[in-house]
């Protein structure tokens, strides 16, 4: 029901824009988040943001670099990923959480997107 969009070979310092869209069911009473894989990681949290879009949070790691948003008219989530730099590569996913707020965990979420890669080359 999720699908992220947007994922691409970047050079560092350069950008992305990634989009998550659903079909189906609607998530827009639910917090929204990105997350983010590795290869041989655990799955980590990027970014989440409140059904209404008012509140938001973001790991250390993006802070002042990434920015999430949504437009529940579209049913969509976005993230602005801007000086990207070699340790962003990862398989990026959406994920819509159980309650409307701000939730950084996986365990919080129960619905996921297929993920999208981005490689961020030096």
């Known amino acids: 029901q999720l699908q992220a969009f947007g994922g691409g070979l970047v050079q560092a310092g350069g950008s992305l824009r990634l989009s998550c869209g659903t079909s189906?069911?609607?998530?827009?009473?639910?917090?929204m988040g990105w997350f983010r894989q590795a290869p041989g990681k655990e799955r980590e949290f990027v970014a989440g943001?409140?059904?209404?879009?008012?509140?938001?949070g973001y790991a250390d790691s993006v802070k002042g670099r990434f920015t999430i948003s949504r437009d529940n008219a579209k049913n969509t989530v976005y993230l602005q990923m801007n000086s990207l730099q070699p340790e962003d590569t990862a398989k990026y996913y959406c994920?819509?959480?159980?309650?409307?707020?701000?939730?950084?965990?996986?365990?919080?979420?129960?619905?996921w997107g297929k993920g999208t890669q981005v490689t961020v080359s030096s």
């Open positions: 994920g819509a959480a159980r309650e409307s707020l701000v939730r950084t965990t996986t365990a919080e979420y129960t619905h």
């Open positions: 943001i409140s059904w209404s879009g008012s509140s938001k």
């Open positions: 189906g069911r609607m998530f827009i009473n639910n917090a």
